[in-house]
């Protein structure tokens, strides 16, 4: 398996424009978590899918930001309008949905938005 | 609220040296614990999984121990090499009733020196 894909893998955009970060899991896995790295604030959980439903999205910062998962092999990140801010390493992680399962991590996406 | 800490935050051995990085967790219903590694803009692989049930795991010169009653892990690693330089992350996935995040520390930032 390829392990978890991401694209881009850089994204550098202007301010108030929209971004679409993708992410396909390893086929197979149930779960799906988007996270955010930045130097002030580390990893971030922003949402966690399992079976393709947002179970927690507690950690999404604001309305600009939303995530899909249509399907078990894809998933996007939104961010309409992106602002500064923004900027950040997107990470996407993959685990089978049963108790305890591994999770495996995509090469994120580094956003740059000026 | 699950949190993470990882101590120390930054550590610069000569290679070599054995050395424990230390993880401590505040929420004991956990289904397990990872560590993971990061190079320098690059994503996050997984070294060791602890399953809750568990008190170790070994891998190589790398040995993980878990103490979930006190909330408590560490990162044994024999004999350093400069090819160890990098930061390494603890993360716990919490159990159903919080959610099944993964939840990270800040991370430790090692330097190892020929």
């Known amino acids: 398996d390829a392990g978890v894909i991401q694209s881009p893998r850089h994204e550098v955009t202007e301010m108030g424009q929209e971004v679409t970060l993708r992410c396909k899991p390893i086929?197979?896995?149930?779960?799906l978590f988007w996270y955010r790295q930045t130097m002030m604030r580390g990893l971030e959980l922003l949402i966690y899918?399992?079976?393709?439903?947002?179970?927690?999205d507690s950690g999404m910062p604001e309305d600009r930001f939303s995530a899909k998962m249509p399907n078990a092999s894809f998933s996007t990140l939104k961010i309409q309008p992106s602002e500064p801010r923004d900027s950040a390493v997107y990470f996407c992680?993959?685990?089978?949905?049963?108790?305890?399962?591994?999770?495996?991590f995509g090469q994120g996406t580094r956003l740059t938005v000026v | 609220k699950q949190e993470v800490t990882q101590i120390p935050a930054a550590l610069s051995v000569p290679e070599g040296e054995n050395l424990v990085l230390n993880c401590s967790f505040t929420?004991?219903?956990?289904?397990?614990l990872q560590w993971f590694r990061q190079d320098p803009g690059k994503g996050l692989t997984s070294l060791l999984l602890?399953?809750?049930?568990?008190r170790e795991q070994t891998s190589g010169r790398l040995n993980a121990s878990l103490d979930k009653s006190s909330g408590r892990s560490t990162l044994y690693i024999a004999a350093s090499q400069p090819g160890d330089s990098a930061t390494y992350l603890c993360?716990?996935?919490?159990?159903?009733?919080?959610?099944?995040?993964?939840?990270f520390g800040e991370g430790t930032q090692l330097t190892v020196n020929p």
């Open positions: 992680a993959s685990s089978p949905s049963r108790r305890a399962a591994e999770a495996f």
């Open positions: 086929s197979g896995h149930n779960s």
């Open positions: 899918f399992n079976n393709n439903v947002p179970i927690d």
């Open positions: 929420d004991s219903a956990i289904y397990n």
């Open positions: 602890i399953q809750s049930s568990q």
């Open positions: 993360a716990v996935r919490g159990s159903e009733t919080s959610g099944s995040r993964l939840t």
